[in-house]
């Protein structure tokens, strides 16, 4: 048994990617996804909608789960409207995660992604939240497809409207970021009448929004993508280039890319401290160790059809991408070996083998984790949310006999252990 425990190991740890190098994983799913956030290295959500290009054009949004690292998908999350993908996912807790798209509402959790709520902001078409911050567990803010600003200071339940454009022409917020509690900046896309884009920022939590600059270098139309605040005085803005400013985004200047990457839409920037990433066309992903003053090629095939939209750092060692044809791309991915986790004196599997019912038993309550229960062709046959229990069982009368693996995921550290169980039927 510790064998084969030390051989599964091993081989997640291989088929993760313990190295420096870019990998797609081998089982992606087959839609589009716009961005990906991660819990732990094993808990990772993906959003999108439910297929992919031309032939979803009034796609659903969909919300994914995956509690091995990216290996495998379960969705926990389908909206039946159409123009209702999901693009914006803010985690705030293991608890507590946010989603929001191209739709009238967004959704929240508090349970883990169990159950979710629809917060209905905005009763009308043309609301959609597609841009979203959070300073903390109460305070955030919410941009829409209208080109209003809302904020909320008691985790969603209620929205205030803090800005609106003025005007009937529609400009809609693409991104909101908050690098301090008082300083937000939000990047407006240009209108239907190809006005320029604008960045707009607020120094007093939302109660003020100024127009920086009057002559941001973003060309008509060009859709702006992302924004990203190193700091209060450092920002990125992606789109057909990068951008950057170092002085609040009053000033900002574009970085002179390789003749290779010459009108590439970049999706997506992240940062830590000075090291960040890019992502974008051609499965593009660059990177930066100098707060986005100089970037480098670290993936690209040249000429592919493929847009890599959604990046998270989990460290500046440690990041997973997803793509418009959803596949998921990681770097220095690491899923918690036995080793590294809770011990097996900690938890009794019983009986071994079983039939019928299995046991799983801790010496102590666990606050937040899942039991999950696997087939050996990899197929996550039981997913158990764990609140606060000390033992949980687990019906297997529906499964034929044969062998599994069984793992505890613990979410608060992103520990995991796995053991190697049997079942028989009589």
């Known amino acids: 048994m510790k064998n084969y425990l030390l051989i599964f190991i091993l081989i997640s740890m291989l088929f993760h990617f313990a190295n420096a190098q ?3 994983l081998p089982n992606s799913l087959n839609l589009e996804l716009k961005d990906i956030k991660v819990v732990n290295p094993n808990h990772i959500y993906a959003a999108g909608q439910n297929g992919m290009g031309a032939n979803f054009p009034n796609g659903q949004g969909r919300m994914y789960q995956s ?19 999901m693009e914006n996912i803010r985690i705030i807790n293991p608890d507590t995660i946010y989603v929001a798209g191209r739709s009238n509402h967004f959704y929240k959790t508090t349970n883990g992604g169990m159950d979710w709520n629809i917060i209905e902001y905005y009763e009308t078409w043309g609301g959609q939240a597609q841009a979203m ?58 209108d239907s009448s190809y006005e320029p884009v604008r960045v707009l920022k607020t120094e007093d939590a939302g109660q003020t929004w100024i127009t920086i600059p009057e002559d941001i270098p973003f060309v008509n139309n060009i859709r702006p993508n992302g924004l990203f605040c190193i700091n209060k005085d450092t920002i990125i803005a992606v789109a057909e280039f990068l951008l950057r400013s170092v002085d609040g985004g009053y000033t900002w ?16 920037v992240q940062f830590i401290d000075n090291v960040g990433y890019a992502v974008g066309e051609q499965e593009t992903i660059l990177k930066s160790v100098d707060s986005g003053e100089s970037w480098t090629v670290e993936y690209h095939i040249a000429g592919s059809d493929e ?29 918690v070996s036995t080793e590294q986790a809770l011990v097996h004196e900690e938890i009794k599997i019983f009986p071994n083998p079983f039939n019928g019912q299995v046991v799983i038993d801790f010496k102590e309550n666990r606050k937040n984790g899942h039991v999950l229960l696997y087939n050996v062709n990899g197929q996550c046959l039981k997913n ?37 169980i049997f079942c028989k039927k009589y």
């Open 22 to 24: 870019w990998m797609k």
């Open 133 to 190: 911050d959070f300073v903390d567990a109460n305070v955030g803010f919410l941009g829409n497809y209208k080109g209003e600003i809302y904020k909320t200071l008691n985790g969603g339940e209620t929205w205030t409207l803090v800005f609106n454009n003025g005007n009937s022409t529609w400009h809609p917020i693409y991104e909101i970021h908050c690098p301090t509690d008082s300083i937000c900046f939000a990047l407006v896309d240009y």
């Open 307 to 335: 847009t890599i939209l959604g990046l998270h750092m989990l460290d500046s060692n440690s990041i997973i991408a997803c793509s418009n044809k959803g596949n998921i791309y990681q770097k220095g991915w690491v899923l």
């Open 253 to 268: 200047n574009e970085f002179e890319l390789d003749s290779s990457l010459l009108n590439i839409d970049f999706g997506d």
């Open 384 to 420: 158990i949310r764990i609140f606060n229990q000390a033992k949980v069982r687990i019906d297997t009368n529906d499964i034929q006999a044969g062998s599994f693996i069984i793992q505890y995921m613990d979410d608060e550290s992103g520990l995991l252990v796995s053991e190697l």
């Open 67 to 85: 509690l091995d690292g990216g290996m495998s998908w379960d969705t926990i999350l389908a909206d039946t409207t159409s123009y209702s993908w």
